[in-house]
């Protein structure tokens, strides 16, 4: 079997997120890249009936290549959102979101969701936006699985590692699986709290400006992990 660790990260995922409550039932999708070819979750499977033989491989052109059920509708998404990041000059330069980008995980964790239908971007209120790389922002609406919606979100994660999706859900992306779960986690935390401060009604402070790019600066040195573990999130 092919990207067999990949294809077992993706079953992982999927569990966890949907544990996580950040996908009810069969939404959501998870993909791994290794080089030129990304393991996605396939279309419509209920997750616990999900094993890593039933995670399809694709090529970056979406070509199948090993991929015994129909992958998700959201694969132009995924392939879109590597393919970018690909053909960015320089994409081992340090522009947050823009290196390393090796797994791509799509929410519809309720409060990303609900943000997504009330603002353009995440306001700069929490300084965890400096895990995404600054201000997430809000791709416009587009019917799921188009060209449309791909384009525009890929456009959204433009030097971040998160965009919201008007009307629809949340991507994150990451160099490992898990961060990119990880931040999906953070993303949804960030958009309730920013929901619970709108609904008092009251103005809702932001943050002194430059205060995300100073705080993007002091995590690059707070980040630690047990010896011999793989590198996580930032608390
Ligand atoms: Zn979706």
Not at 150 to 156: I, L, P, S, T, Y
Not at 195 to 215: D, F, K, N, Q, W
Request: aromatic letters at 4%; proline letters at 8%.
């Amino acid at each position: 079997m092919i990207l067999a660790e990949e294809r077992e990260q993706v079953v992982w995922a999927c569990r966890r997120m949907r544990g996580a409550g950040l996908v009810v039932g069969t939404a959501g999708n998870v993909s791994v890249r290794a080089g030129d070819l990304v393991a996605i979750s396939p279309s419509g499977l209920d997750y616990d009936d999900l094993t890593p033989e039933l995670v399809g491989v694709h090529r970056l052109d979406g070509a199948p290549v090993e991929a015994p059920l129909r992958p998700s509708t959201e694969l132009p998404l995924h392939l879109e959102v590597y393919r970018r990041v690909q053909a960015r000059p320089g994409s081992g330069d340090p522009h947050p979101g823009e290196s390393g980008v090796s797994a791509v995980v799509h929410t519809h964790a309720p409060a990303s969701t609900a943000l997504s239908l009330v603002v353009d971007e995440i306001p700069a209120t929490h300084y965890y936006l400096a895990l995404f790389g600054g201000s997430v922002r809000v791709a416009p609406y587009a019917r799921f699985g188009t060209a449309e919606l791909a384009a525009g979100v890929a456009a959204a994660l433009t030097g971040r590692r998160a965009a919201l999706m008007a009307n629809h859900g949340a991507v994150c992306v990451g160099d490992s699986v898990r961060s990119a779960l990880d931040l999906a986690a953070y993303l949804e935390y960030v958009c309730d709290v920013q929901l619970r401060a709108m609904s008092t009604g009251l103005p809702v402070r932001t943050l002194p400006p430059g205060e995300i790019e100073s705080v993007m600066a002091a995590m690059a040195h707070y980040r630690q992990t047990p010896p011999g573990a793989s590198p996580g999130v930032a608390e």
